[in-house]
């Protein structure tokens, strides 16, 4: 062994720092290239579906029956720069936005205060079961019926419909996350002398937090839904008026264009109702699949 060998292993064995990785990772820049791998495919995606619906409808489909994703973007420019036969389409997508955001606000909190209080009585919702389960058994389009001859053709009607899809998935996670709550929570903090109120307000709600935010994810969709399905039964304005003149007048696109828009107002909601979760739960520690990065 040569002595230039013998030197160079004696400085890396004498706690000689070997020099940094070239090409150490970041996980930042990590992030964002797998991001933008995510939204590029998704773009891909949704453009390979429509270029293929595009093209068996010209060569394969009646038009007339299936529409086309040309025709669909016709009668959506069509809506958003002439109007629709009930007025402008900002109009109907106001009317439906109100009655939705005015159920869901309705359903949210009662379902919220009647899951939480259910969910701590325990005598009380043995007795209460049957019923709710009873009516979260009937079918909302007979309920949407029923509330248009109570309420009318107006707005009523359809916050009711609303309310009533929204209600049961945000009572049953908030009965769900009250009784979930860890017992041992409840017994140290009666024994250094909380209160009932104390207790539900420091320790049953914020640990049920998850479980309403949860459910408030799917529940505007079910608010919007709600609207959409009373206008279909009978309205004179909104989003769910607009799909069912479309099918009276066998204008598929029609009925595309409607499910368009509220499936943006859908998207839109999903959104901003994530963001208010991450503001609501900043205190807590991230769980194990939001530390790894997807």
Request: hydrophobic fraction near 50%; charged fraction near 15%.
């Amino acid at each position: 062994m040569s002595p230039d060998t013998l030197t160079a292993d004696a400085g890396t064995t004498n706690g000689a720092i070997p020099p940094p990785a070239a090409h150490k990772r970041d996980p930042r820049a990590q992030l964002r290239k797998h991001k933008t791998l995510v939204y590029s495919l998704r773009v891909l995606v949704l453009v390979g579906v429509l270029a293929i619906w595009e093209i068996s409808v010209n060569l394969w489909f009646d038009p007339f029956f299936y529409s086309k994703p040309s025709l669909i973007w016709k009668q959506l420019s069509s809506w958003f720069t002439d109007g629709t036969a009930q007025g402008p389409i900002w109009a109907q997508i106001s009317i439906t936005l109100q009655e939705a955001v005015i159920g869901f606000a309705i359903g949210a909190i009662a379902g919220v205060l009647l899951g939480i209080l259910l969910g701590r009585a325990r005598l009380l919702a043995e007795v209460l079961s049957p019923y709710i389960q009873a009516a979260n058994a009937v079918p909302r389009i007979v309920l949407a019926a029923l509330f248009i001859i109570w309420f009318g053709l107006g707005m009523s009607s359809k916050i009711a419909t609303a309310t009533v899809l929204v209600f049961f998935p945000v009572f049953f996670n908030a009965f769900q996350g009250a009784r979930e709550v860890d017992r041992n929570l409840i017994d140290n903090a009666r024994i250094l002398g909380a209160s009932r109120l104390q207790v539900l307000r420091s320790i049953v709600v914020p640990s049920a937090t998850s479980w309403i935010l949860a459910s408030l994810h799917t529940a505007f969709g079910f608010a919007l839904i709600g609207a959409i399905v009373g206008e279909y039964t009978g309205a004179t304005q909104g989003i769910g008026l607009l799909i069912s003149t479309a099918q009276a007048s066998f204008n598929s696109a029609g009925i595309y264009a409607g499910m368009l828009i509220s499936t943006v107002l859908a998207l839109i909601a999903e959104l901003l109702l994530g963001y208010l979760e991450r503001r609501l739960l900043k205190w807590r520690p991230p769980s194990q699949s939001e530390s790894v990065a997807v």
